[in-house]
């Protein structure tokens, strides 16, 4: 299983980014993708997660009703939508596949089996 990434960049705060995250390989059937960011010197830090069914869904209380998560089955892609963006929002944003299916466990990142590689976003003051 392999997930990629994508979609980071500099924004300014208040401005709304997406992130991309494709999953390839052999995916168990509902397998629960969730968002994390981290900054140097920091744990990576669990934002937000979805049950592959789009069923569930989860948020940091740092970027809930700011951010959302969606999912679209026929590309293998989970979406990361930022807004109002903040520049304590700054970080790498990695995604990650859990096969933990109740919610309960997504926001711990060593339930976490397969990692993309991370994608930065930097938001300017």
């Known amino acids: 299983v392999q997930l990629q990434a994508s979609g980071g960049g500099l924004v300014q705060a208040g401005d709304s980014l997406s992130l991309s995250c494709t999953v390839s390989?052999?995916?168990?059937?509902?397998?629960?993708i969730g968002w994390f960011r981290q900054t140097p010197g920091k744990e990576r830090e669990f934002v937000a997660g979805?049950?592959?069914?789009?069923?569930?869904?989860y948020f940091s209380d740092s970027v809930k009703g700011r951010f959302t998560i969606s999912r679209d089955n026929a590309k293998n892609t989970v979406y990361l939508q930022m807004n109002s963006l903040k520049p304590e929002d700054t970080a790498v944003y990695y995604c990650?596949?859990?096969?933990?299916?109740?919610?309960?466990?997504?926001?711990?990142?060593?339930?976490?089996?397969?990692w993309g590689q991370g994608t930065l976003v930097t938001v300017s003051s």
């Open positions: 979805i049950a592959w069914s789009g069923l569930s869904r």
């Open positions: 390989g052999r995916i168990q059937s509902d397998a629960p």
């Open positions: 990650g596949l859990t096969r933990m299916k109740d919610s309960y466990y997504w926001s711990d990142r060593r339930y976490y089996t397969y």
